[in-house]
T-cell receptor
Framework: EDQVTQSPEALRLQEGESSSLNCSYT??????LFWYRQDPGKGPEFLFT???AGEEKEKERLKATLTKKESFLHITAPKPEDSATYLC????????????FGAGTRLAVHP | GAGVSQTPSNKVTEKGKYVELRCDPI?????LYWYRQSLGQGPEFLIY????????DSGLPNDRFFAVRPEGSVSTLKIQRTERGDSAVYLC?????????????FGPGTRLTVL
């Protein structure tokens, strides 16, 4: 069964304190792994797509990496505006385009 | 143009009533998806449309749930005989057929509360 597990469930950081969020997955073939950001009361906002092990992508203070079994979202020197829930999702191969999401990591960055 | 829009933003109904939730995708996006998100959880897939047809409805929880997309643009999710367990945020997403990165763009969601 295709499954996505994110850890930790919640993370509290001081401004400037770098850290990483983990996304572990089991899937019958991977067409893509996605990271989204979700603010309270809003829909998920696309951040990155990763396709194969070893791939990395960066955007401002965020960097996403991918291995055969997990992905990491590294946050360097976070700011309070980075506070949000970060969702990881996989797109399995062999089927249609349904994303399978993890439960997310709630990140709070304090000044 | 604009992003994915959903109406209403909030819907409160009573147990047993019928509700309709509307999604207007990004112009030109032929793929449309419905997801449901419960508090503290990630979105859960319900149904996927390619054009006017439902290509995958494996996520619909039971026959009280139905969705249509008659002209290949706007979609309506219909829930009959609502139950308290149907309370959740219903998210709609769309994607472009030429989008090589396969990313889905989400709307703001409709928060459904069944009393």
């Amino acid at each position: 069964e295709d499954q996505v597990t994110q850890s930790p469930e919640a993370l509290r950081l001081q401004e400037g304190e770098s850290s990483s969020l983990n996304c572990s997955y089991t899937v019958s073939g991977l067409r893509g792994l996605f990271w989204y950001r979700q603010d309270p009361g809003k829909g998920p906002e696309f951040l990155f797509t990763l396709y194969s092990a070893g791939e990395e992508k960066e955007k401002e203070r965020l960097k996403a990496t991918l291995t055969k079994k997990e992905s990491f979202l590294h946050i360097t020197a976070p700011k309070p505006e980075d506070s949000a829930t970060y969702l990881c999702a996989v797109l399995p191969s062999g089927g249609y385009n349904k994303l399978i999401f993890g439960a997310g990591t709630r990140l709070a960055v304090h000044p | 143009g604009a992003g994915v829009s959903q109406t209403p933003s909030n819907k409160v109904t009573e147990k047993g009533k019928y509700v309709e939730l509307r999604c207007d995708p990004i112009s030109g996006h032929t793929a449309l998806y419905w997801y449901r998100q419960s508090l503290g959880q990630g979105p859960e897939f319900l149904i996927y449309f390619q054009g006017t047809g439902a290509a995958d409805d494996s996520g619909l929880p039971n026959d009280r749930f139905f969705a249509v997309r008659p002209e290949g643009s706007v979609s309506t999710l219909k829930i009959q005989r609502t139950e308290r367990g149907d309370s959740a945020v219903y998210l709609c997403a769309s994607s472009s057929p030429s989008g090589g990165d396969r990313k889905q763009f989400f709307g703001p969601g409709t928060r459904l509360t069944v009393l």
